[in-house]
């Protein structure tokens, strides 16, 4: 039975080869800037602005990040308003902005039942640190009666920067 199934799998193997729809990567997964999305977080945020009823944040991270994913989630009133960028060194970082309680947002964010780590200062501001999944992070704190969640793969300096965009991030209009 193995001799009989062994020549499809290869013939399958091959096809797919052929016609691009796998590739060998032996030092790793590659991403090209092509298939990388990106949006306008302007137009994202303006468009989130009008769906929720807090005052949205726009913040400008490093120039050099780049804007790939935004989407307004849950129901009211815990809607929550997330911006995601990739940095120059391939980390995600992502910025959540709710009027939801801390412990509803840090849960629908990490998929994890909140439990604090401590605290960390940034941008003049004390966020509470959580734990997330696979080992990330998530810096929590509080603007005008917005809780703004940063949670991803980043280092704690690009962490940083985030939460520096955010601290002087004016509300979308």
Known sequence: MVFAILPMVLIAFGAAGLLGMCSFNPGGPATEDAQVPTVDPAAELQ??????DFPVLHPQPPADWRANSANVAGADPERIVRVGWLTPDGDYLRLAQSAAAEQDLVSAETRRPPQAQGTVRAADR????????????????ERDGVRLLITG???????????????QAEPVR
Do not use: K
Request: glycine share 6%; proline share 0%.
């Open 47 to 52: 468009r989130a602005s009008g769906q929720v």
């Open 153 to 167: 793969s980043g280092d704690e300096a690009e962490f940083r920067a985030l939460a520096e965009a955010a601290a």
């Open 126 to 141: 004390d966020w509470v640190v959580y734990d997330s999944v696979r080992s990330e992070q998530a810096w929590v704190t």
